[in-house]
């Protein structure tokens, strides 16, 4: 079975958006590596940003052992991730070290930069891991070809423009919903956040929500969207709906 790699900007977006491609791949016996770009260093209202990216690191761990998973952090810096020569070095060398025949990243558009400078960093580093020459941070072999390249839905499916961004096929998530919402309360910091300042419990209930969108937009009670980057020298063959077929549906047309 292929290993699976989620390449995403912060340590919680792998479970608000594939975490039920994970379990669904993970439950066929494919490796799953989840990557965070930053450690999540911003993301608290009072603790300084060494400490919350220590919890952080260890609730993208813990989440990560569900699917089970191996978590890994580049330690880049939450609000700063660029595309750059550091960063593609970087997310170079851990695809030599996982190996992925499968790849998923964040949204190339999308509401906040992070998430759009990680998709290109993670389509940089499927390009070049097979090329010999190209600059990386350790001695690993080169992959032997591009992996197959996924991008996930934008957050609330919308560009920044609030135009509609339509993922090219919708993946059934409805049995592993709970398993989802688990997997996303590993992230306690965060949820406890929102919860403090909304008085609700929105950190679940927004991932609740998105999952139903995306689910309206080819009658299914729960999904998750993706598009493939088919893109020169990427391979064009679907090998993620291929695993999960009858589960992967194209949109429906608006009516
Ligand atoms: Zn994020």
Same mark, same amino acid.
């Given at each position: 079975m292929?290993?699976?790699?989620?390449?995403m900007?912060?340590?919680?977006?792998?479970?608000?958006?594939c975490?039920?491609? =994970?379990?669904l791949?993970?439950?066929?016996?494919?490796?799953?590596?989840?990557?965070?770009?930053?450690?999540?260093?911003?993301? *608290?209202?009072?603790?300084?940003?060494?400490?919350?990216?220590?919890?952080?690191?260890?609730?993208?761990?813990?989440?990560?052992? =569900?699917?089970?998973?191996?978590?890994?952090?580049?330690?880049?810096?939450?609000?700063?991730?660029?595309?750059?020569?550091?960063?593609?070095?970087?997310?170079c060398?851990? =695809?030599r070290?996982?190996?992925?025949?499968?790849?998923?990243?964040q949204?190339?558009?999308?509401?906040?930069?992070?998430h759009?400078?990680?998709?290109?960093?993670?389509?940089?580093?499927?390009?070049?891991?097979?090329i010999?020459?190209?600059?990386?941070?350790?001695d *690993?072999?080169?992959l032997g070809?591009?992996p197959h390249?996924?991008?996930?839905?934008?957050?609330?499916?919308?560009?920044?423009?609030?135009?509609?961004?339509?993922? *090219?096929?919708l993946?059934d998530?409805?049995?592993?919903?709970?398993?989802?919402?688990?997997?996303?309360?590993? @992230?306690?910091?965060?949820?406890?956040?929102?919860?403090?300042?909304?008085?609700?419990?929105?950190?679940?209930?927004?991932?609740?929500?998105?999952?139903?969108?995306?689910?309206?937009?080819?009658? =299914?009670?729960?999904?998750?969207?993706?598009?493939?980057?088919?893109? @020169?020298?990427?391979?064009h063959?679907?090998l993620?709906?291929?695993?999960?077929?009858?589960?992967?549906?194209?949109?429906?047309e608006?009516?």
């Open positions: 292929p290993t699976v790699l989620a390449f900007a912060h340590p919680d977006d792998a479970e608000f958006l975490a039920g491609a =994970l379990f791949l993970a439950d066929l016996g494919c490796e799953v590596h989840v990557a965070a770009m930053a450690p999540g260093d911003c993301g *608290s209202p009072d603790k300084p940003a060494e400490e919350i990216a220590a919890i952080r690191r260890e609730e993208g761990r813990k989440a990560a052992k =569900l699917y089970p998973g191996e978590f890994h952090c580049l330690e880049e810096r939450d609000l700063q991730i660029h595309y750059s020569p550091a960063t593609t070095k970087k997310a060398s851990l =695809l070290k996982v190996r992925p025949e499968i790849v998923i990243t949204s190339p558009v999308d509401y906040m930069l992070d759009e400078e990680t998709a290109r960093i993670a389509r940089a580093a499927c390009f070049n891991a097979p010999p020459n190209a600059p990386c941070e350790d *690993s072999a080169p070809r591009i390249l996924y991008y996930v839905n934008a957050v609330e499916s919308v560009g920044i423009y609030g135009e509609p961004v339509k993922p *090219s096929f993946l998530i409805a049995d592993v919903m709970e398993r989802k919402t688990e997997a996303l309360a590993a @992230h306690d910091s965060q949820r406890e956040w929102l919860r403090k300042q909304h008085g609700i419990d929105e950190y679940l209930e927004s991932m609740r929500s998105w999952s139903a969108e995306a689910g309206r937009l080819a009658g =299914l009670e729960f999904a998750e969207g993706f598009r493939q980057h088919l893109g @020169h020298a990427y391979p063959d679907n993620f709906a291929s695993l999960l077929e009858g589960r992967c549906h194209p949109p429906k608006a009516e």
